[in-house]
């Protein structure tokens, strides 16, 4: 592979693992009186991590009073009060469940006139830089080898900003959604080059489904047709996989 792997047993494992990194990463910080920057993701994908720091919370007191969070998409139009909101999804998954500062949360906008589009992508990946950069980016990976919605066409150096989903990733959200037609055309994402420029990086996939891209992620040529493969430009990022994920490495 070009990049490093960890593969484990079942997702839990997987997941416990990265929480803990995670957590570990926000205790130093913590001790020093400094924040702790998180890139985050939706999707399945990650839900384990957020239990498990959910948890760590309850169970051991972690604070998450020094963390802030940078939300990799939503999509476009979307209300952040709409049951299918990203915004929804972080609220539901782990940020109601822990002691966050509500002002510390960044989740892009989905309510925006077009006009205003420009302007809030560059200022939310300036608003990333400004506070010292993310420490560290969790991931999942689209069936279309997107991360985040960076889909295929999307380049290194690409930054936040409004794109156009495609057919795969519409497909895939259409169950959630009742149907293809009802779901968003369009979504705003964190570009390609504002999570490369995180200082570590997490890439989680689980199950058979996604072994295929996973596989051209970690092992094919870097392209734009499989935007994930860009992370192999990064110098501190593993796929933490499941071994049914990994079954095609
Ligand atoms: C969506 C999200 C991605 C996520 C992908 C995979 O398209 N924008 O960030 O990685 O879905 O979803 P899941 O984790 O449910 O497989």
Partial sequence: EKVATGVFDNRDEGSVYVAQQIASLIKEKNKLNKPTLLGLATGSTPLLVYKELIRIHREEGLTFKNVITFNLDEYFPMAPEDSHSYHMFM????????????????????????????????????????????????LGIGRSGHIGFNEPGSLPTDRTRLVN???????????????AENVPTKAI????????????????AWGNGKADVVRQAAEGAMTADVPASFLQQHSDCLFVLDTMAASRL
């Fill in 91 to 138: 609220w539901e998954s782990f940020f109601a469940h822990i002691d966050i500062d509500s002002s510390n949360v960044h989740i892009p906008k989905g309510t925006l006139s077009l006009q205003e589009v420009e302007a809030y992508c560059l200022a939310y990946d300036s608003k990333i830089q400004s506070l010292g950069g993310l420490d560290i980016q969790v």
């Fill in 189 to 204: 994402t964190m570009g390609v080059k504002t999570i490369l420029q995180a200082k570590r990086i997490f890439l989680l």
């Fill in 165 to 179: 989903l495609n057919r795969i990733t519409i497909d895939d959200a259409s169950q959630d959604f009742g149907g």
